[in-house]
């Protein structure tokens, strides 16, 4: 067809007619199939909620009951801390780890491969039980000259609580996973990029934390976010050691108040509230480390609501003048 | 200063008879990767203000030439001077002992290297390319730095993208960006390793007017380039290679128009 080119009114089909002075209105293609699959869509949600609500089962009372209890609150911010813990250390470990692959050295580099070979294929579950075993290993601790004189010494059942057990085993865990998510990243960075840098000069440790790393971000991040979230849900393996973080907590009470179905919505509701919060974070670092590479950044969903309602005044603005 | 005008152009054939100092000392350089040998004893010297244009068949190792003499390549055998520092090593008695990477990396912030894809840094503003190496390998203030990078982006007509990111030039303005990022440095002598391959058509006439201005103004240069055009109107010397080796050299008019060897005039015979 001749009628998309605006402004070339000779090439207007025939039969239009009228002679028009403005630019030709676009019609954009209909999808009736879309509106279909909308309307199915739509049902089956409604029908889910519906289910969810008024099954008694369910038993929203306790949900509410228990959401907001302090055991409850305390349980998430255990939940929230093991995390936090376990993701710095794990990450410095795994970027420490990624870098020891990296290297020319084939010593540090086999020494890293054997560490993410063990350990992602050991269970974080048996993993864990190691860790809170771990005096029965090693009694005790001590610094000193290697195979030679000790300094001090501790005993490991005063040095290693459970919940620094958990926070080890999910630590040594994550690096190895980290190490990984780093090292793609890193392999992600065009060798140019190094070249460059090397051809000016710039120092080495000074090459990596300003060319390579930030670039690298754009591959980590995604894969950092994932493991971050399964990293958060994972703190509930640690339950098996008794500390009171959110899915034990919420397993003392049901223990106790036998309520099992509800207790399990109140710990999944608060997994998904952090999850949301997580992935909203996720999001904007994304976003940070996306300058540069496309020429405009897409606007973010606050923006793009902000957009929708100014479009849809101009619309109804439109609407109130008659032409 | 040296004229850019061929005809009037030093004769760097009797280099003993030029008071002009050497900054590029290239002597018997050989490399290898594994098994094929990519230059088979390489000599070439560079007078202060001079511009050297590398001509030759792909796989004729100019890039790797380019490469050896900032040490992005070690070389097997040979020596490397620029202004009279040994390049990449540290000679006591009959023994080269490789310098240390930090060594190394001061030694390159001498030698402006100029790549075919740019290699500009994607995340950082055209400003922050251009300052980032002044600042950490040389340590020069941050504003002294910026205020440097202002005047380099004038010489090269861009003095309106200093924010924006490469991503948004075209190859011809990311190409010029990273001339500036180049000069920065004040380096002793700029390297340009087929700095118009990468671009379209339309685009090479603009990066070629920003070497030949570098040119004019006395800066020293190795170009490694397909553009005969621009080696007739701009080199003092046209180096031609084959086979890792220099088959011939000399002025624009000797090498292009009436070359000695066999060789040189098949190439010249296909790229004319």
Redesign the interface.
């Known amino acids: 067809m001749t009628t998309t080119t605006d402004g070339e009114a000779s090439l207007a089909p025939p039969d239009s007619g009228a002679e028009r002075s403005g630019p030709l209105k676009i019609v954009p293609v209909r999808h009736p199939g879309r509106w279909v699959a909308v309307a199915i869509a739509l049902v089956l949600v409604a029908q889910l909620v519906h289910a969810l609500v008024t099954n008694p089962g369910l038993e929203w009372a306790t949900f509410r009951q228990y959401f907001f209890d302090p055991s409850v609150l305390h349980g998430v911010w255990l939940t929230i801390e093991l995390t936090f813990y376990a993701a710095v250390a794990g990450f410095a470990g795994g970027m420490v780890l990624a870098f020891m692959r990296l290297s020319p050295n084939p010593l540090l580099r086999v020494t890293a491969y054997a560490y993410v070979w063990v350990v992602r294929s050991v269970p974080l579950l048996v993993q864990v039980l190691f860790w809170f075993n771990i005096s029965y290993l090693y009694s005790r601790l001590s610094i000193g000259v290697p195979f030679g004189p000790e300094f001090f010494s501790f005993s490991t059942t005063h040095l290693v609580s459970s919940v620094s057990a958990a926070v080890i085993a999910l630590s040594v865990n994550e690096a190895a996973f980290a190490s990984e998510i780093v090292r793609a990243g890193v392999l992600s960075v065009s060798h140019?990029?190094l070249?460059?840098?090397?051809?000016?000069?710039?120092?080495?440790r000074?090459q990596l934390m300003?060319?390579v790393l930030?670039?690298a971000m754009r591959t980590i991040a995604p894969n950092a976010a994932n493991q971050l979230i399964s990293l958060f849900k994972n703190t509930s393996i640690v339950s098996v050691m008794a500390i009171m973080e959110l899915f034990y907590t919420v397993q003392v009470i049901y223990g106790r108040t036998s309520r099992i179905v509800p207790m399990l919505l109140v710990a999944t509701v608060w997994y998904v509230l952090l999850t949301t919060l997580l992935t909203i974070f996720q999001y904007y670092v994304e976003r940070r480390?996306a300058?540069?590479?496309?020429?405009v950044l897409p606007p973010t969903p606050v923006e793009r609501v902000r957009l929708a309602i100014r479009d849809l005044r101009a619309a109804a603005a439109d609407e109130g003048t008659p032409r | 200063m040296t004229t850019t005008s061929p005809s009037a152009g030093r004769r760097p054939g009797d280099a003993a008879a030029d008071p002009a100092r050497v900054v590029v000392d290239i002597r018997d350089v050989h490399k290898n990767y594994g098994l094929v040998e990519v230059l088979k004893g390489v000599d070439l010297q560079v007078h202060v203000g001079e511009v050297t244009v590398v001509l030759g068949p792909s796989g004729s190792g100019k890039s790797t030439l380019l490469r050896c003499i900032?040490h992005?390549e070690k070389v097997k055998r040979g020596t490397v001077t620029i202004d009279g520092e040994l390049i990449g090593y540290r000679r006591v008695g009959d023994r080269l002992h490789e310098l240390r990477?930090?060594e190394v990396?001061?030694?390159?912030?001498h030698?402006g290297?100029v790549?075919q894809?740019f290699?500009?840094?994607?995340?950082?503003?055209v400003e922050e390319n251009l300052v980032?190496?002044p600042v950490?390998?040389?340590g020069v203030p941050r504003t002294r730095a910026q205020e440097r990078a202002g005047r380099l982006l004038e010489r090269v007509g861009l003095r309106d993208k200093a924010t924006a990111?490469?991503?948004?030039l075209s190859g011809g303005q990311q190409q010029r960006i990273a001339i500036a990022?180049?000069l920065a440095?004040e380096p002793k002598v700029l390297l340009f390793d087929e700095p118009t391959s990468a671009l379209d058509p339309e685009l090479v006439g603009e990066v070629l007017d920003v070497i030949k201005d570098l040119a004019r103004a006395g800066t020293t240069m190795i170009v490694v380039t397909h553009e005969i055009g621009f080696a007739r109107e701009v080199a003092d010397t046209v180096v031609f290679m084959d086979d890792g080796r220099i088959v011939e050299q000399g002025t624009p008019a000797d090498v292009l128009d009436s070359p000695r060897h066999e060789r040189t005039r098949t190439f010249l015979s296909k790229v004319l």
Not at chain 1, 195 to 204: C, H, S, T, V, Y
Not at chain 1, 291 to 295: A, E, N, P, Q, Y
């Open positions: 140019g990029q070249e460059a840098a090397a051809a000016l000069g710039i120092p080495r000074r300003r060319i930030p670039q480390f300058k540069g590479t496309t020429r | 900032n992005l990477e930090r990396l001061r030694q390159r912030t030698i290297f790549f894809n290699n500009l840094f994607p995340h950082l503003t980032e190496a950490s390998a040389l990111y490469p991503g948004q990022r180049a440095l």
